[in-house]
């Protein structure tokens, strides 16, 4: 490290934790499309081979995907791994919008979503939850049935004013949308 020209002002510090660099900029792109290959190139090159100046990682007359195949001496096995990773991660992210796109298009095509894609908390079999939910809503009907009643007014009477023309703008608002457009027996 003496002989090095900046050996006075700089140095090299190893963390003792390690972490994950977040990249800054353009990801980098798929290594197995044809398109992209020079950039790809040049991103591995200057993220994992050692340079100072461009002319370090590809001469003038020499294209980049040349010029990384070869100095792949110069690339570590750990960063190779890296590098395997990053095409992993690509692979694993055109795979899922793979299954994305099969999930939209058996939705569109049955106009029904399979009930294992909803959380368990959510599904529309489990007579447990039915249950709450149309006592939830039977609650509220039966406030907005009060509402309509009373003239549009609560007859809470633990509510201060504002709390009231609130609560009843909240539930006309509700009633307004149609939010138990779903129950029968209502308007």
């Known amino acids: 490290m003496i002989e090095h020209p900046q050996a006075k002002s700089h140095g090299i510090i190893k963390r003792i934790k390690p972490i994950v660099p977040v990249l800054l900029g353009p990801q980098i792109p798929r290594k197995d499309r044809e398109e992209t290959q020079e950039r790809y190139s040049r991103a591995i090159a200057t993220l994992f081979i050692p340079w100072r ?3 370090d990682l590809c001469a003038v007359n020499q294209s980049w995907r040349e010029a990384l195949a070869s100095r792949q001496e110069s690339i570590s096995t750990e960063s190779k ?3 395997e990773s990053i095409q992993l991660l690509h692979d694993c992210k055109k795979d899922r919008d793979i299954h ?3 999930i939209i298009s058996n939705v569109q095509a049955s106009d029904e979503i399979d009930p294992r894609l909803f ?3 959510m599904r529309a079999d489990d007579s447990d939850e039915d249950d709450d939910d149309s006592n939830e809503n039977e609650t509220y009907l039966n406030f907005l049935d009060s509402l309509a009643d009373n003239n549009q007014t609560s007859t809470i009477s633990h509510l201060s004013e504002k709390e009231q023309l609130y609560q009843d703008e909240a539930l006309r608002s509700l009633h307004k949308v149609g939010r138990f457009s779903n ?3 209502r308007d």
Request: aromatic share 0%.
């Open 53 to 55: 100046s461009v002319k």
């Open 81 to 83: 791994q890296t590098i």
């Open 100 to 102: 994305l796109q099969q």
């Open 119 to 121: 959380p368990r908390n």
């Open 183 to 185: 129950c029968t027996g």
